[in-house]
């Protein structure tokens, strides 16, 4: 949910926050998790960091400017094929058109309606997961007194269970899920979409972080992805060997440098999809390009 915080705070219910915001509306439908990038624009992270897990980016067009324009961009390089443009009285919406025909965002509708009837047009855009092999990304964790680490995030596919033994891609033991809570019920297991807190076995807090995965099969990981950079069509930034940048995906931010056709990284990252947005705190977009993970 960019710029939409008028219509987030009269639907939903907050929960955890620190550079994002979660926010809980529960209805006849179900449970809609709603995230906000709230220390964007000063960071471009909370923003790559809302957009992953998102299965619709609502997008206000209320005001289109340069931080429009960045999110409009970051979207499409990761790949959010789904998009509300939430628009009032004095939206240009042949401009926002135009805007939005040069994205991949194929799928796309324009708002103007109450809150809770935007809630129920979100509603409209959920479909099908993978239920294939159970991944876990993580966004928060802490310590519980008498409780031990417990980690909060969505389950991206498949589904978790109770007494589960999971690998971290953010390296340590394996871990084992100890109980499961969602909107702070007990349940036995989570399936794909779900947004879930798990009491972890086995876990610390240096290895469970922020974009760790937890997963029922072992994520292969790598220091350098063998792609040349791509840049967004609609723009004219240039990269050059040497050139800094940071992968700015799965809820990771990842410092790396351009190599001739490889970007080699300080860290390894999970090797999660076929490609990966890449950012520069120095660019405009800060959310530029993309590359290759096959």
């Known amino acids: 949910m960019y710029n939409c915080q008028d219509i987030v705070k009269s639907i939903s219910k907050k929960g955890t926050e620190s550079d994002i915001a979660l926010y809980n509306r529960k209805d006849d439908n179900g449970v809609i998790t709603l995230i906000e990038p ?7 992270s909370p923003l790559t960091d809302s957009l992953f897990p998102a299965d619709v980016a609502v997008i206000s067009a209320r005001k289109i ?22 628009t009032d009285d ?12 040069q994205t991949g965002i194929g799928d796309a509708s324009f708002f103007s309606g109450s809150p809770v009837e935007l809630a129920d047009q979100i509603w409209g855009y959920y479909g099908a997961h993978d239920a294939d092999g159970t991944q876990v990304i993580v966004d928060h964790s802490f310590l519980v007194k008498s409780v031990g680490l417990v980690a909060l995030g969505f389950v991206m596919s498949g589904t978790v ?4 033994d999971l690998h971290n891609t953010g390296g340590g033991p394996d871990v084992q899920v100890r109980s499961i809570q969602m909107q702070d019920i007990d349940f036995d297991e989570a399936e794909t ?19 760790s995965v937890l997963s029922a099969s072992k994520i292969p990981s790598t ?34 440098s351009i190599r001739g056709s490889t970007v080699v990284l300080d860290r390894p990252v999970p090797v999660l999809r076929r490609r990966v947005a890449i950012a520069s705190p120095t660019a405009s977009p800060r959310v530029f390009g993309y ?3 096959e």
Do not use: C, W
């Open 291 to 293: 590359a290759s993970m």
């Open 161 to 164: 269970k109770k007494h589960q």
């Open 223 to 256: 220091e350098s992805i063998a792609s040349a950079v791509s840049v967004h069509p609609s723009l004219k930034t240039k990269t050059q060997d040497g050139m800094e940048v940071f992968i700015s995906d799965f809820m990771r931010y990842q410092r790396g």
């Open 90 to 101: 004095a939206t240009d919406v042949a401009l926002l058109k135009r805007l939005v025909s």
């Open 193 to 211: 979409g779900s947004r879930v807190g798990l009491a972890l076995k086995n876990a610390d807090l240096e290895h469970v972080f922020r974009g």
């Open 38 to 44: 709230i220390r964007y624009p000063d960071k471009i």
């Open 65 to 86: 400017d340069r931080e429009f324009g960045e999110v409009l961009i970051a979207s499409d390089l990761m790949g959010k094929s789904k998009a509300i443009f939430v």
